[in-house]
Structures are given as C-alpha cells and as structure tokens.
C-alpha cells in the first residue's frame, strides 16, 4: 500500500521496534529499533511476510504465534487493539520478552488498510540492561556466555543465605545441565559448542526477573539464584525456561539448525540450609531428570 504514509522524523528512530504490514501481513516498514533488538536488518525484512515466521513468536507454553494467534494478523481482521506478551527469536537464535503491541490503520473511508505493531524489549523495560552492564565487569562475568561467573554466584549466594537466616525469606535455586551436549561438541566441534553455550545462556539470562540471577556453573552447567517463595513458583520458572531453550537454535546453515534440551533440578533454600546442602538438593534434581529422560525439571 504504497498511500500509507509514516512520520520520517519520528518512527524510524524511536526505542521500541515499530513494523507495519498490509492485509496480506507482507511487512511495509521496519524501523531502527526492531533492528536493534532482533537482529534482523531491513532489507532482510521489509517486503517479506510476516506469516513466513521469521521472527517465530511463541508463548509460554512454546505456541507458534506467527502460524496460529498472531495479535497481529486478529488487529487486521477485526480492529480491535491487543497487547500480549510474547518471546522473538533473535537472528542469532536465543529467545528473548517482549511486549507487543497491535493497531490497526484505516483509509478515508474507515477500512482497514494496514495494521501497526509495537513492540519492546522487557529487558530494557525492567532496568536489566543496566544490571548487565555492571555484570560485564571482568571480576564478576563468563568471558564466554557473559552470564556470572562462579565466583560472583557465590557472593551472592552467601548474601542471599544470610538475609534468609536474618529474615527468615525464602529463595530458590536450579541447576541446569544441557542435554547430550558432549554429543554436539563430538558432531560439530567445540566452536559450535560454544555458540549453543551462548544462546542457552541468552535465552536463561532474559527471561529471568531483574532480581534472580543466572551464573555458568562450569562447563555445560548453569545454575541460577531465583527470587520465589514456593516450589510451585519454582517449578513454573524452570518449566517456562526449558520450554523457551527447547524453541532456540543455532542455524548451523541454510538447511540445518542445531537445537538442544536442558534438564533442570531445582530446590527451595531457607533458613535451615547451608549452600551444600542446597547446591546438593538442586543437582540431585537434575540428575534426576536427567536420568529419567532428559528435558525435564524435578523440584523438590
């Protein structure tokens, strides 16, 4: 619809991602922010459609949105305004939150011609990309993932064990352990390893609050500090993160995109616990999972 007209002076530049698609959701326009936060440029997006699944929106529950309850697609149809939360995949393949919002455009003559959609990375939303900017200090971070590294976890495990003993609060802890990975590293070599060790990260390190805490545990094991007071918190957490890594990828190439699992084991920590015998219960969990078929969480 080359008669839809946009604001050049504000729109291309703005912080949020901003895209507009016609009646066939063939993408019209693109703008710096949806650059910035997925990776993909213009050329590559302007002109295709949406419904190609590109961007491979899904929910909580791993729902391809893009192939069945696209917000946008229903704006188009109806003209009704929605707002969702949904989790993009970024070009280099981790899952990342982020809020979009659905509008639909109209003609003269009140037709829907286009639809508008918004959308903001939760991250930045939520202040945690200045938590990550003080991560990136070399004292406290993986070289490697940029996650914490070990040392930084136990600082702040130690802190968090005093204020449960202090307070009497409550915290929990997963373990988490990627399936048959010695398997990719065998198949396709230790720089692919890597690369599969940085998208699990991105995805686990997203889609925590800014008040929990993901660290590289050692090797292809992670291990984070989440703020809840129950293990049915717990458990929904660790559900939700290994439903959203088992949706990432690496595009190894044009045809072959390498996918893994994790199996995670996690654990309520309180007053009574000490950090072994929390670390202890966690890791029992994951073995536990492990060896019971893999892509899979135990809380306990």
Sequence with gaps: MDDIKYNDDLIPYLYEGVYVVDCNRKILFWNEGSVRITGYSQAEMVNSYCYQNILQHVDEKGTLL?????????????????????????????????????????????????????????????????????????????????????????????????EARLFGNKFGILMIDIDHFKKVNDTYGHLVGDEILKIVAHTLSSNVKKTDMVSRWGGEEFIAIIDVASNEELTAIAERLRTLVAASGYKLNADKTIQVTISVGGTLVTKEDTIKSAITRADDNMYYAKQNGRNQSKIV
């Design 66 to 162: 893009c192939l069945e309850g696209c917000p946008l697609n229903a704006t188009l149809q109806d003209g009704k305004i929605r707002e969702a939360r949904v989790f993009l995949k970024h070009k280099d393949g981790y899952r990342i939150p982020v809020m979009v919002k659905t509008l639909p455009i109209y003609d003269g003559e009140q037709h829907i011609v286009a639809a508008i959609e918004v959308f903001t990375d939760e991250r930045f939303q939520k202040e945690i990309y200045h938590e990550n900017i003080e991560l990136k200090d070399k004292l406290h971070t993986d070289p490697l993932t940029l996650v914490a590294n070990r040392n930084f976890f136990d600082f702040q495990i130690n802190k968090r064990l005093e």
